[in-house]
């Protein structure tokens, strides 16, 4: 949940000093720099957690990524004079939302900048992983294609299929719209149902039991933030409820899914494939995933545009200016965020 409210809470800060953790694109750290005292981060290499600790102790902003893990006991650590930290995306889950809260340090995200690029991703890992898209690259790349036959790679249609959406957000709006075109349809699982005039639109479908959901339909895609409630939401016998043709799409969390009991289902062919973008303990993956051939792989790239990253870092600039000046940020994560 995001408050765009702009009264002034908080003092102007006039020069804010703004630690950036990873390399972003030349022109947002460019921008920061002429904007801000900003020390930005042009090695792309995760930071080590005495260096975070460091520059928290120094810094009145902290621009972190996904791959910071900024807990409880780094946050106590932290000056009194660091005030903001202005996440690089959407989801917060690697930061101590409680710590930051009790300390009196803003937390803002960059919600809505990526929903289209993650929403094509997630149709491009429905397409692939059912038609047998990276399968039939090997083929070719091998030189071991004989080529066309009847019965070769021979995959599944999409159309007509019953798609599963968890987390109806924005990213599930907009796969939603995009399965439509491809003759899907859509139901999906939210704590909350969505109006029914949206509902009509997407002609979506709602599943106030999970469980339910999860033994009608062909292809599940995840879309839920990973948070206290969705840890783990996708267990062995969430697993075992979805039928042996079932295709899992993640490119949401990878601690949404257990990986061992989707990496069980899928050898013992109670799955017919995943398509997956986010991992559990990333960069590492699974070794029984990496043989498997009916799991297509991709590195975390579900955001992975060059106007989806420009977009990111003209949003956590205009939260920090917007707190700069004494307002009170648009993106601010508040109590109960998911």
């Known amino acids: 949940m995001n408050m765009p409210e702009t009264r002034r809470p908080n003092p102007k800060v006039a020069n804010p000093r703004v630690f950036v953790t990873r390399e972003l694109t030349d022109a947002v750290m460019d921008r920061m720099e002429q904007l801000f005292e900003t ?12 260096q975070l600790r460091a520059a928290l102790q120094e810094c009145d902003v902290l621009v972190p990524t996904v791959t910071d893990e900024i807990d409880a006991a780094l946050i106590e650590a932290a000056g009194s004079q660091l005030k903001l930290i202005a ?47 990276a399968e039939g690259e090997k083929l070719v790349r091998s030189g071991q294609w004989t080529g066309w036959s009847p019965g070769g790679m021979l995959g599944h249609r999409i159309g007509g299929k019953a798609l599963g959406i968890i987390g109806m957000g924005r990213i599930g709006q907009a796969v939603a719209l995009r399965a439509r075109a491809f ?7 939210n704590r909350h ?14 599943h106030g039991d999970l469980d339910e959901m999860l033994g009608s339909i062909d292809i599940l895609t995840i879309h839920t933030p990973l948070n206290a409630d969705s ?11 979805l039928r042996p043709h079932v295709y899992l799409i993640n490119a949401a969390r990878g601690g949404i899914v257990d990986e061992d009991a989707l990496t069980g289902a899928l050898e013992a062919g109670n799955l017919a494939g995943a398509g997956l973008d986010v991992w559990k303990h990333e960069p590492q993956i699974d070794p029984r995933l990496l ?11 579900g955001s992975a545009t060059f106007e989806g990253r420009m977009a990111t870092g003209d949003r956590v600039i205009q939260n920090i200016r917007m707190w700069a000046d004494g307002h009170r940020p648009q993106d601010q994560v508040l109590e109960g965020w998911a």
């Open 231 to 241: 840890k783990g939401l996708i267990d062995a016998r969430r697993i075992a409820l």
């Open 183 to 189: 003759g899907l349809s859509v139901h999906y699982h």
């Open 39 to 50: 020390t930005n981060n042009r090695v792309d290499i995760d930071l080590s957690r005495d």
């Open 291 to 301: 043989a498997l051939p009916n799991v297509v792989m991709l590195p975390h790239m």
């Open 87 to 133: 996440n690089y995306g959407a989801g917060v889950n690697h930061i101590d939302l409680k710590a930051a809260r009790a300390r009196g340090i803003i937390v803002t995200n960059t919600p809505g900048v990526l929903t289209e690029d993650t929403a094509d991703m997630t149709m491009a890992l429905i397409l692939s992983v059912p038609r047998r898209l």
């Open 193 to 206: 149902r969505l109006p029914a005039i949206l509902e009509a639109q997407l002609a979506a479908t709602w």
